[in-house]
């Protein structure tokens, strides 16, 4: 394979493929499917699965799965062989439409949330033909939703594929009012962009916290951080250039459009960006990418860190996730466009992403709220835990012009009128400077900033086209209604500016007056997951999901379970992890290194009474006292550990896991870190932050 068109998509299962080698009516009824959401009937199932098996096959595959994303936040499969044994006692490769269609995994062992007995065991995973079959480490990957025998989801994608359902029919009332009448469908697109750090594969393996938490849970800092500014966008070191390129590679082949690779803030850290997709296929080619990036990482005796924190200190990892409306004539629905007809639509969906932000900001919160991701929000090197919508100057004066019915400073210094004037090109510079703003427009687009790097994006895009669909129906019913169209939509725009602008704001989201100008503003700070998830379950989002079908109550009530158990088990390991490691190999070390300046001073004093032994005394003494202090943090988190075990109730628990647990971890590492800067290199347990931030050369 030589050249990049060769090898892109080589591994999928796409259109093209399917032109090829599908009989005509076959790929006319998938192309149905796939453009209209239309039922597949088994026959064509079986005619379908036949194909993927021919192809899989010549490709060098043996196995099938149903590739699923279950409540982990990892993807699932189980492999099953393609043979069958035939009557002469030999095999034959077998592959069936019912195969293709439904699987019946054990769904015991995934999380659940109570929605699932033990004894009901059984779920199943059902053919998701709008994604792509494709071929990984020999094994034909089938892209399914998983649900429980009684037809709740137990994974991301099925209310993610509702989600975008709903959008669609909300947005087409709205569209055809603007008289769009070849447009047939409305899908959102998202291009994420992953941030990661790539260490060496055997310094990793000395890290007891890396290998177990993906996180460094001690560690005191090096002499050089990322203060120099140095590494962002800075060479990329061969080793690195190697690694980027194969990941590209790779990735290329299962059709996903890796397209920009640098190096980030921190040093060690990188960033990935694709070309966008539809929302359901960025979303299972954003989970792909996260396990090749991994997995390409070994070969290159790398170990690649997806965590939102691996280091104190320095920036953490995020994911940008770029948003938009399409229809399939190919018109993006958050572009402004040229004539005022088009800039009207352009504000009708601006004023519902604004309606939605500002009213679901807590789902949105939600959405991207996790242990890892609680260090990064409001910390100053991401953006603050409060949600609120960056637009740009430009734009702000436009909607503060129509708001106040202003003369807007344009060049015939004309009021604003929806469907008579054009908004100005905005130059897209305006529109995209703005760095520390969690939601921010990007000219033809919303770059939603909070999300940690380790998570699926699916979560904030259900959170977003559930919202923005259900602003659109409230905005339908109205238009829909009117005597007069263009009256009733400008007073729509009007109001709804009003109403919301308190959710726009374009200033630095770092000053501390954001905080106090926030609050004025009644927005929400919800600082940590455990302040966060409460309000998933409140009766506005749960009518929110519920009104629209993409969750049922006990779906959301599972969820918030999962969330919640999945904060208070992570902040365990955590724990349990640091009293290992303190114990076992920090202690032991440090009190060595004690007895042997102590026993220095003594040898050397013994040879001559009034010998300087200042350094081996005063280090002693400092060692001692904080060998101490950290034996006495570690009885506390211990303690701690101990109480949190009595705890039954999930809520209360991730309380104490914030309020009692993670204190205790923070003074029981402040310890141990002052220890690391006097102890000497040669008894410290484990590499230094220098060497994991700088050990890729
Ligand atoms: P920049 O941030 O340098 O301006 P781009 O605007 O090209 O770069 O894109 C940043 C990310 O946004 C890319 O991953 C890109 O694919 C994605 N993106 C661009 N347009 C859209 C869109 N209409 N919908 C979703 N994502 C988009
Ligand atoms: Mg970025």
């Not at 947005?171 to 447009?183: Q, T, Y």
């Not at 991994?294 to 690649?304: E, T, W």
């Not at 104490?656 to 002052?674: G, H, Q, T, V, Y």
Request: proline share 4%.
């Amino acid at each position: 394979m030589n050249t990049v068109s060769e090898m892109f998509g080589c591994m999928v299962f796409d259109d093209k493929v399917m032109r090829e080698r599908l009989p005509k009516e076959t790929y006319k009824a998938m192309q149905k499917t796939i453009q209209d959401g239309r039922k597949l009937d088994i026959s064509v199932a079986t005619v379908v699965a036949n194909a993927m098996k021919d192809w899989a096959i010549e490709k060098g595959a043996t196995h099938f799965t149903h590739w699923f994303q279950p409540l982990t936040g990892v993807t699932a499969e189980k492999h099953d062989g393609f043979i069958c044994p035939s009557n002469d006692g030999k095999i034959i490769m077998e592959f069936s439409g019912k195969e293709l269609v439904k699987g019946e995994p054990d769904a015991s062992s995934f999380p659940s949330g109570g929605l699932r007995s033990t004894f009901e065991a059984r779920g199943y995973t059902a053919w998701d033909p709008t994604a792509y079959a494709f071929i990984k480490d020999d094994t034909l990957c089938i892209p399914t939703a998983f649900c429980s025998y009684g037809g709740e989801a137990l994974d991301k994608k099925t209310p993610l594929l509702r989600s975008m359902e709903v959008i669609n029919k909300q947005a087409m009332r709205v569209l055809k009012l603007f008289g769009n009448e070849n447009v047939t469908s409305v899908k959102t697109t998202v291009g994420p962009e992953q941030e990661y750090f790539l260490i060496p594969r055997e310094l990793f393996d000395l890290r007891k916290d890396l290998i177990y938490t993906g996180r460094t849970l001690f560690g005191a800092k090096p002499p050089k951080g990322q203060e120099l500014d140095d590494h962002y966008f800075g060479q990329i070191k061969p080793r690195v250039k190697a690694y980027m390129k194969e990941l590209d590679e790779e990735l290329w082949k299962l059709g996903i459009l890796a397209k920009t690779e640098h190096n980030e803030v921190a040093p060690s850290q990188h960033e990935l960006a694709p070309i966008f997709a539809t929302t359901n296929i960025a979303t299972d080619h954003n989970q792909l990418t996260m396990e090749i990036m991994q997995k390409v990482a070994k070969k290159h005796d790398l170990v690649c860190l997806l965590h939102e924190k691996p280091f104190a200190g320095v920036n953490g990892s995020g994911k940008h996730n770029n948003w938009s409306i399409s229809t399939n004539t190919g018109i993006n629905l958050l572009e402004p466009g040229e004539t005022p007809y088009e800039n009207a639509q352009f504000l009708l969906f601006l004023c519902a992403v604004i309606k939605a932000v500002d009213e679901y900001q807590d789902m949105l919160r939600i959405s991207v709220a996790s242990a890892g991701n609680d260090h990064r929000l409001g910390a100053n090197e991401a953006p603050p835990a409060i949600v609120s919508m960056f637009i740009g100057d430009e734009l702000a004066e436009i909607l503060d012009a129509i708001e106040s019915e202003k003369e807007y400073d344009n060049k015939e210094k004309s009021l604003m009128k929806i469907g008579v004037h054009t908004l100005p090109r905005f130059s897209k510079d305006s529109t995209d400077r703005n760095r520390t703003s969690p939601f921010a427009f990007t000219s033809n687009k919303f770059e939603f900033r909070m999300l940690g790097s380790a998570s699926s994006v699916a979560g904030p895009n259900i959170v977003l086209n559930t919202a923005v669909a259900e602003e659109l129906e409230k905005f339908a019913d109205i238009l829909e209604n009117a005597e007069d169209f263009e009256t009733a939509l400008n007073d729509l725009i009007k109001k709804t500016i009003k109403e919301h602008k308190r959710i726009i704001f374009n200033g630095n989201g770092y000053d501390d007056s954001w905080l106090e100008e926030a609050e004025r503003r009644g927005l929400l700070n919800l600082k940590t997951t455990p302040d966060a998830l409460p309000y998933f379950i409140s009766q506005k989002n749960i009518d929110l999901f519920t009104k629209h079908k993409v969750f049922s109550e006990a779906e959301i009530r599972s969820r918030y379970e999962i969330s919640l158990e999945s904060y208070c088990k992570i902040i365990n390991i955590e724990a349990l992890t640091m009293v290992d490691m303190v114990k076992k190999d920090i202690l032991p070390a440090v009190s060595s290194y004690g007895r042997e300046l102590a026993d220095i001073a003594l040898t050397k004093k013994s040879l001559l009474a009034d010998m300087d032994c200042s350094y081996e005394e005063e280090t002693a003494a400092k060692e001692c006292a904080l060998t101490g202090e950290l034996y006495k943090n570690l009885k506390i988190l211990e303690d701690a550990v101990a109480k949190s075990e009595k705890i039954s109730d999930m809520s209360e628990l991730s309380f104490f896991c914030k309020d009692e647990i993670i204190p205790a971890m923070n003074a029981l590492r402040s310890a141990a870190d002052e220890l690391e800067s006097i102890t000497s290199a040669e008894f410290w347990p484990y590499p230094s932050y220098g060497d994991l931030l700088f050990g890729v050369r």
